[in-house]
Structures are given as C-alpha cells and as structure tokens.
C-alpha cells in the first residue's frame, strides 16, 4: 500500500520513516503550518475499542505541554484509520545507541526525568518507556518521550489497573505478581532500563525464551551499572543502579526524587567529552533553560523552559521589539509582580520577572495545551465539557475581582488546560491591573490591553477606566468558541468588528444547534454591549455548576 492511499486533511504525504504492528509513520509536511510532521497511520486497528484506545492516544498527547514531550499538532479519524500528526523529530529514536558520553547520558536522565515529572503530574502512566520511544532533535541533541499509545490516564492512588501493557525487557518485576499495577515507580524502573541500554555497549537484559525473560525480570542479577562504567559521575550510575531495583519501595517514590538524587551526592563533574559529540549549550536566562519556541508572535515569544537544576518545567514570555507592546516592559512587570500574588487553581501561577536583552520576560508554571489548540485538534467542546471550564474560569474571575483585579486578556488563546488537563486557567498573567486603573493615564503607558477580536464593546467606545465587566465579556467569547469552534465575530476589519459588537450578540445556537437553552442564553447575557447587563462572575460560575449538575444527573 502507498503513501498516495492515505489521505489525511491538511497534510501532504511523503516517504514512509518507519512501521510497527498497528500502522506506520511518514514524513509529512502540514499545510497551514507549513512545517515538516510526522504522521503516525494507524491502519491495523481491527476492533472499535483498539480505536478508541488510538484516538484516546492523541487526547492524551494534546493536554500534555512539555519541551522533552513531542507535540502532537492533530488526530483524527479517516475511513477507519486513525492518524496522529505529531512534531517531527529528525535525529531518531535512540534505540541502538550505546555508551554514551558521561555528560551527554546525564543529560538525556535529566530531560527524560522532566518529562516523566509532567506525565506523572498528569495522573498518566506511560508503560512503555524504551530506547525507540526517545526521539532525538539533531539541531540540539533535545531528546522527547513519545508514543503514548498504551497509557494509563485518570491514575488514582498512585496506580492504575489497566491490563498488562508494555514492552518485556522494560517491565517491572512487580507488574507480574498478581493484578497489573502500573504506577510512576514502574516508569521509572523502565527509565532505569533505557538509561541502562543507553550507557553500557550491550543490552542490560538477557536474550532467551519468553520463560527465560520472565524468570529474569522476577528474580534476575541486574547489570551494575555504576561498576561498569567508571568514568560516569557516581551520582548518575547511583541512580540508574536503584532505578533498577527489584523492589519498587527502593526506587525513587517520584521523577522529582530521582532528580534530586542526581543533584545531592556526590557527582563529581563529569570528564571532558571529545569535540564535537556535545550539541552547543542552549542558552539561559537566569537559572532557565531555553528550549522550544513556543509561540512566535508580533508581541512575544514563548519558550519552554526548566530549571537548570531542579528540572522544574516552565514556560517563559519574552517581549520583543516590535508591535505596539515594544515599550511596555514596565506596565507588564508590575502587572507580572501583581499576578504573583495571586493563588488560584484558575490562574496560572507566576514564578519569575525580570529583563532580558533590555525588554521584560516573565516565567509562568508549565500547562496543558491551550483551548484554541484543543478546539483546532478536536472540534468543538461537549457542552458539559465547555461549561466546567468555563465555570473553573468565572471562580477565578470572581477571586481576581474580589480583590479588586481585572484580568483584561480573557480570550480563547489565553485559556490553558492545568497539566492534568481536568480543569481550565487562565493562562496569561502579564496584564493584571487594579479595577478602575485609567486606561489612559496623564503621562504614563497605558495599562489597557487586549486582543481586538474578543475585546469588549466598551473598549471601542474608549471607556475611561478599565472595569471587571471587560473579563466577562470575554468570558462570553470563550463559552462561544468552546462551543461554536469559532469566534463569536469572525471578522478581521477594525471597523466592521466595533459595529458588530456594538449590536445584539450573535446566536450560539444557530452554530451549535445542540447547546442547551439555559448556556446559550449565558453566553448571550455575557456577551450583551452593555457592561452593565453582564453577570458577576460569581453568578456565571453558580449558574456554569447548576447547568453542570442537571446535564451530568446530578
């Protein structure tokens, strides 16, 4: 079967990379994005519930933001043929490589322990951490975990009883003993297997019969690594060697441990390893690593970052020189150094400010995808999915206005998912000012700001203060967009965008014929011009929780 045969929206189609048991990967390039993708095929899915499992893959995938995760852009499902169109990796995957240098294997540990501290904060289990599962970029030697095809989702009590999944060599002694309980502490023990592959020249398990490899993983000699390779900084082949444990209390409880441990001890710099097997530093700022760039607007850029000690994910905004914002490096500042303060499930939290290359960068906590990128991936929202984030939203609102904040920016692209993606926030900390600030004030930058196509009527009309009406309005825009799959005013001129919303709100359900009475009528009281007319935020949130309950039974 051809490449020719497959045809997946938006996507054209080249040379096949690679295939598994359920499918194959081809390069492709995304159309709209013009960028290269790897498209995973999966066209040996026999039965509805294996393509359930596919599709409940990608889910998976889109609510996961990580710079050593890969990025899933699409899914979907075409003439029973499931495709993921993930970020493509150009270095492989690293199955095969061996010994490493000291410095370059402590590394990958540290990007793959960072990435399992995202999974896990998830409630996910990967079970299927290996060598082939680590795809590797050329241009930085950044490693990404991958294919999260027989993942464990909604793990409670720090376990899952999912059937037996994985790959044998790379399971833990204790998925065999009775029911299968995958937990973070068997990632780990995989992780200790990959690390393993990765640092001696020949596999760390024994080849044999299915009897034979079993009986080794329950009760089989592991490899010391810390032994074998001398020249490893002793806190990174102490690691690997308790990774391995046959036990699982003696293992790391979390991925955060297992960093610690890389940090406490006794690790001893590594030696110098020969020109050229080493990618270039990637560049910091303050104690962040840079590493994708996120977001490359007129305004800002957005990198993911970590800690260069802790492993801590983040994600950092930088200002830059062009665009109308190129001289408010102050205003975003204060605001950032306002947000700080705040503690809310429903705003994401504020970690770090400061200037870089003379303009302002701020450092927020790491997230799930944002909902522009959930509603682009999937369509739109279940009602009863849209009105509990919407709900999670209008609490935050009603504590930023109980303490006399507007947030300003409430749009689509500044909502995020949490990094278990069961809640929404508000993702865009940097514009915060106190209720009633002047939206001009006498020789001072303006602290008005906001994103025109879901800017509230009042702003075209030049209203003098800046008032918590503007953050409902837009929390209209997002009950919409959630619900609709687009804006509620899909218009790009200035003018025809003023006139529109200086109007009767657009019908929600002529869009979206299956949305309830009781959310299209809050979503046009929300959307009213006048700011007067808009709910509190507390009344959205009670009324978003009561339409909630009534559509789940409750």
């Not at 682009?376 to 904040?405: K, N, Q, S």
């Amino acid at each position: 079967m051809t490449a020719t045969v497959y045809h997946i929206p938006g996507i054209e189609l080249g040379e096949e990379l690679g295939r598994g048991s359920f499918g194959r990967v081809f390069l492709g390039r995304h159309l709209a994005l013009d960028l290269p993708v790897a498209v995973k095929v999966l066209d040996r899915l026999q039965r509805p519930l294996d393509i359930q499992r596919a599709l409940r893959e990608g889910r998976i995938m889109a609510r996961l933001d990580h710079p050593n995760i890969v990025r899933i852009h699409d899914t979907g499902s075409v003439d029973g043929v499931v495709y993921h169109v993930l970020e493509f990796l150009d270095g492989g995957s690293l199955e095969g490589a061996r010994r490493m240098p000291p410095a370059v294997l402590e590394d990958v540990a540290r990007q793959l322990l960072s990435a399992l501290q995202c999974v896990h904060h998830a409630r996910i289990v990967h079970r299927d951490i290996k060598p082939a599962n680590c795809l590797r970029r050329k241009a930085d030697g950044r490693v990404k975990l991958g294919d999260l095809g027989v993942a464990a989702s909604d793990v409670t009590a720090e376990r899952t009883t999912e059937a037996l999944a994985g790959t044998l060599p790379f399971m833990a002694p204790e998925l065999f003993e009775g029911a299968a309980q995958a937990t973070p502490r068997t990632d780990l023990y995989a992780l200790g297997m990959t690390l393993a592959c990765l640092a001696l020249d020949e596999d760390p398990y024994p080849q044999g019969t299915l009897g034979q490899v079993l009986e080794w993983i329950a009760r089989g000699a592991r490899p010391k690594v810390l032994e074998r390779r001398k020249d490893l900084p002793r806190a990174l082949g102490a690691l690997i060697d308790t990774l391995l444990s046959l036990r699982p209390e003696a293992r790391p409880q979390s991925a955060t441990e297992a960093l610690g441990l890389l940090d406490d001890g006794c690790c001893c710099p590594p030696p110098a390893a020969p020109r050229g097997s080493l990618p270039p530093p990637e560049p910091k700022v303050g104690p962040w690593r840079l590493g994708d760039l996120l977001r490359g607007g007129t305004h800002w850029r957005g990198y993911a970052v970590v800690d260069g000690r802790s492993g801590l994910a983040a994600r950092l905004v930088h200002l830059r020189s062009t665009g109308t914002l190129k001289d408010a490096s102050q205003v975003v500042l204060e605001a950032a150094s306002r947000a700080s303060e705040v503690e809310h499930a429903g705003v994401l939290e504020v970690y770090d400010w400061g200037a870089w290359e003379g303009r302002a960068y701020v450092v927020t906590a790491a997230q799930g995808r944002g909902v522009e990128d959930l509603v682009r991936a999937t369509g739109p929202l279940p009602e009863h999915e849209a009105v509990a984030f919407v709900a999670d939203l209008a609490d935050a609102l009603a504590y930023l206005h109980g303490r006399g904040l507007v947030f300003q920016v409430v749009e689509p692209g500044a909502v995020n998912l949490t990094a278990d993606g069961r809640r929404a926030q508000l993702g865009w900390p940097l514009y915060c000012v106190r209720a009633g600030s002047l939206a001009a004030p006498p020789g001072g930058a303006s602290p008005r700001m906001t994103v025109l196509a879901h800017a509230a009527p009042e702003v075209f009309r030049g209203a003098p203060t800046i008032e918590p009406a503007v953050d409902l309005y837009g929390l209209g825009e997002v009950l919409f967009y959630l619900l609709a799959g687009r804006r509620a005013y899909p218009v790009d001129s200035v003018g025809e965008l003023a006139v529109s919303k200086l109007g009767p709100p657009p019908s929600l359900t002529a869009l979206a014929p299956e949305v309830t009475a009781p959310t299209a009528s809050l979503a046009a009281r929300l959307l009213d011009a006048e700011p007067a007319r808009r709910p509190a935020a507390a009344e959205v949130r009670d009324a978003l929780r009561r339409i909630g309950r009534r559509m789940q039974g409750g």
